[in-house]
């Protein structure tokens, strides 16, 4: 949209507030799809979720491509943004409940670097329809959003269902059979299984998940007495009256979504072709090659931290990634401040400008990017993990649609140099809070990590008592 929006202004003759409404309504209208993705994952999958985001990705991205007005294109905005909430909750849950502990992570990154890669792919497509007719360029830019949802709906086919989601429905022979795919051998799967189980409070018979090998099908199962299939009632109950233990996870998930998009990042990349207006490139095809190296650099990077998760781990490179992110938009901010007040334009602020915008992509891609999903979907228990997912993703569309509805505006009234240190300010918080607040989970499984909070939870509770205790014994030397 960043690259298609130069066009729509001329053929639509959209006005400024037009073009903030149609740009941040999208993260607005996910809210949609972020509130029913995780109750209707649990009722019907998360594989036919996603192919039902899939679904609504094509219908959104058709209605845009053919849109004769600025009305029927915030018709396909707000469709592609009901499918992009489904995806943006359903995408990281599927792969972390499918994934091994050891590789996790780099796994569950995947979504976010083909969303990059589509960001960049869109880039450079919209460089060379650039040379179409007005009224044609922009919409074949957004129309050709149909091919991946095609390709999503596709590959949906072809992929198994979430072992864990399968335990929660008592499909346990199924389960056993995705985690045999799934695992290095079958006393790894057989692990994984009795862990997803317990977490799950199934108990089985003593051979309820015995494949013999890899042979067998669901039908050669036992059946578990009167079982508890789990399509996410009562879900949303406990998360309003959370326990100590869910509500520092909720706390740790709200956080990191809610600082991820408050530190501009949609602004930036939404924005790309107005923040190097603002620095002095004015040409169309300038502009374009400027949003192409943005997209260069945030593809680039979360490559980088898809390598690094499993290795480093998530805390290093959240607290790398912010800090890095921090100094990025305070150079921006002084690049921009120098812009501002010079009555000449300079090259070398222009250039700044671009180094700062690629230098804040980059650290974006590298930590808080992919792992605010990731913790996301990591951290809940089984049964609230959907939902609770759900949650986060309102989070982050809310404070997402907020920036980029506003930006322009905002920008107006304080400056772009205003606006950035604004951003760079909210940045150096959350740098704070993932000191404070956010643990380590790299390679423990996600019944490790319920048990870590549980246990956590236990020994506040467990010092509290001795405190207590030492004060009653105090008291009682005392008198």
Not at 77 to 86: D, E, N, P, S
Not at 457 to 465: D, N, P, W
Request: proline share 4%; charged share 15%.
């Amino acid at each position: 949209m960043s690259g298609a929006i130069i066009f729509i202004q001329e053929d639509l003759n959209i006005t400024e507030v037009e073009e903030e409404v149609l740009i941040g309504s999208l993260n607005i209208v996910s809210l949609v799809g972020a509130a029913i993705a995780g109750r209707t994952s649990d009722a019907i999958g998360r594989r036919w979720t996603m192919a039902l985001a899939a679904v609504i990705f094509l219908m959104g991205a058709a209605t845009m491509g053919l849109a004769p007005s600025f009305l029927l294109l915030m018709g396909g905005r707000l469709l592609a943004g009901i499918g992009v909430g489904f995806a943006l909750v359903i995408a990281p849950v599927y792969t972390a409940e499918l994934a091994p502990a050891s590789s996790r992570g780099a796994l569950t990154s995947l979504p976010e670097i083909f969303i990059n890669a589509g960001i960049l792919l869109g880039y450079i497509s919209n460089y060379f329809l650039s040379g179409l007719p007005v009224h044609l360029s922009w919409r074949l830019m957004l129309g050709l959003g149909i091919v991946p949802s095609f390709l999503l709906g596709l590959g949906v086919l072809a992929m198994p269902e979430s072992p864990r989601w399968l335990v929660m429905q008592n499909r346990i022979q199924e389960a056993m059979l995705v985690l045999l795919r799934t695992s290095d051998d079958k006393t790894e799967a057989d692990a994984r299984l009795a862990q997803i189980m317990d977490a799950a409070g199934v108990a089985a018979d003593d051979d309820s998940h015995k494949t013999g090998g890899h042979e067998g099908t669901s039908s050669d199962a036992p059946n578990l007495p009167n079982p508890p299939k789990n399509h996410g009632e009562g879900v949303w109950l406990e998360l309003l009256r959370p326990t100590p233990t869910v509500r520092r996870m909720l706390i740790i998930v709200f956080g990191i979504q809610f600082f991820q998009q408050a530190s501009g990042i949609d602004a930036t990349v939404y924005y790309s072709p107005v923040v190097f207006k603002e620095a002095g490139i004015h040409s169309q095809e300038g502009l374009l090659v400027a949003t192409i190296a943005v997209g260069f650099a945030k593809t680039g990077f979360i490559l980088v931290a898809t390598f690094l998760i499993d290795r480093v781990g998530r805390r290093p490179l959240l607290l790398t990634s912010a800090i890095g992110m921090t100094a990025s938009l305070i150079a921006l901010a002084l690049g921009f401040s120098f812009i501002e007040n010079s009555s000449e334009s300079s090259e070398g602020a222009v250039l700044l400008a671009i180094l700062a915008v690629c230098c804040n992509v980059a650290f974006f891609s590298i930590g808080l990017g992919p792992i605010c999903s990731i913790l996301g979907s990591e951290i809940f228990p089984l049964r609230l993990r959907a939902q609770a997912a759900s949650l986060g993703v309102i989070v982050n569309r809310i404070i997402s649609g907020t920036v980029a509805m506003t930006f322009l505006s905002v920008s107006r009234a304080i400056t772009v140099a205003g606006t950035f240190s604004l951003f760079a300010g909210l940045s150096v918080l959350c740098v704070a809070f993932i000191y404070s607040y956010v643990p380590e989970t790299k390679g423990k499984t996600l019944e490790e990590i319920g048990a870590y909070f549980d246990g956590e939870e236990a020994k506040r509770l467990s010092q509290g008592a001795e405190l207590e205790l030492g004060d009653t014994t105090y008291l009682v030397q005392k008198n």
